[in-house]
């Protein structure tokens, strides 16, 4: 365990559904995450929220919407996806602004094959 | 363009050594990590390093280059549950993390 929760864990939808994905850290951290991670291919950073801004939006196509209520809670709105897009979805979170590694420590992921 | 090197996979045989190594390109350097992602799970911290030179933590060890843009991640004794894939990764001027493609690290008995 971690400290960062993903809910759900595996997640199949079709092209035209709407499902959100869920992220919970419990390490008292100010800056939340979204990477998506495809077979062999490097971590792609999506989104950042630091004290709930978004500050970092990596050209993700506008069918995924990030929400961050506060600093412990982040989603990922995901509506009319591609076949492409079905690939594990990662929350991360780490402590921006102190001295240190600043290390990310990331959910288990949540699992999403689009038909 | 920023780019991070790392061998695709790798074989070894337990008990022995195996050294996995990483090659960066990126703009600016704050910092590059080593995270073990088992399969179906959350990649897990294990290295930091910002200053050239080796950090050593149990049996996992941390090379750091930055002239050369370089590190690699040492695994002595390995266990079959070393089998894993290994991310290495490197903080940008931006302090944004760049990572590699990871390698998969398979142990045989």
């Known amino acids: 365990e971690t400290g960062v929760t993903q809910t759900p864990r595996h997640l199949v939808m079709g092209m035209t559904n709407k499902k959100s994905l869920k992220c919970e850290q419990h390490?008292?951290?100010?800056?939340m995450y979204w990477y998506k991670q495809s077979a062999k291919k490097p971590l792609e950073l999506m989104f950042v929220?630091?004290?709930?801004?978004?500050?970092e939006n990596n050209s993700v196509p506008s069918r995924f919407s990030p929400e961050c209520p506060n600093s412990s809670h982040l989603f990922l709105h995901l509506h009319t996806l591609q076949p492409e897009d079905s690939a594990l979805y990662l929350c991360?979170?780490?402590?921006?602004?102190?001295?240190?590694?600043?290390?990310?420590?990331f959910g288990p992921g949540t699992r999403l094959t689009v038909l | 363009g920023q780019n991070i090197d790392q061998p695709t996979e790798m074989t070894a045989t337990e008990g022995a050594i195996v050294q996995i190594n990483c090659t960066y390109q990126?703009?600016?350097?704050?910092?590059l990590f080593w995270y073990q992602q088992h399969a179906g799970e959350a990649p897990t911290f294990l290295s930091y390093?910002?200053l050239d030179g080796l950090e050593e933590k149990g049996r996992f060890s941390s090379f750091l280059s930055r002239s050369k843009g370089y590190s690699y991640l040492l695994l002595k004794e390995l266990q079959m549950k070393d089998s894993a894939s290994y991310l290495c990764?490197?903080?940008?001027?931006?302090?944004?993390?760049?990572w590699g493609a990871g390698t998969k690290l398979i142990i045989k008995p």
């Open positions: 991360a979170s780490s402590q921006e602004g102190t001295s240190g590694s600043n290390e990310q420590f």
């Open positions: 390490l008292g951290h100010n800056a």
């Open positions: 929220y630091n004290f709930k801004e978004q500050t």
């Open positions: 990126t703009s600016g350097f704050n910092g």
């Open positions: 390093n910002v």
């Open positions: 990764a490197v903080m940008d001027s931006n302090y944004q993390l760049i």
